[in-house]
């Protein structure tokens, strides 16, 4: 199963694309800012990352 991690400020927006994805049988792991997207990248070693550019902490660029 691939893993996805999706960093998103928006609350609604990450958790509906987790919901999303994660019906279409996917293993996604979300982050509320760059930041905790970082740590979670550097754990979990996810597939792909999908990443928002204005983010509070760290904003995409960052994480980038």
Do not use: F, H, Q, W
């Amino acid at each position: 199963m691939k893993t996805i991690l999706i960093i998103e400020d928006d609350a609604a927006l990450r958790e509906n694309t987790a919901e999303l994805l994660e019906l279409s049988n996917y293993k996604v792991i979300t982050a509320p800012n760059g930041k905790i997207g970082i740590d979670k990248a550097k754990a979990d070693m996810p597939d792909i990352v999908v990443c928002d550019i204005m983010m509070p902490e760290v904003d995409g660029y960052g994480v980038l």
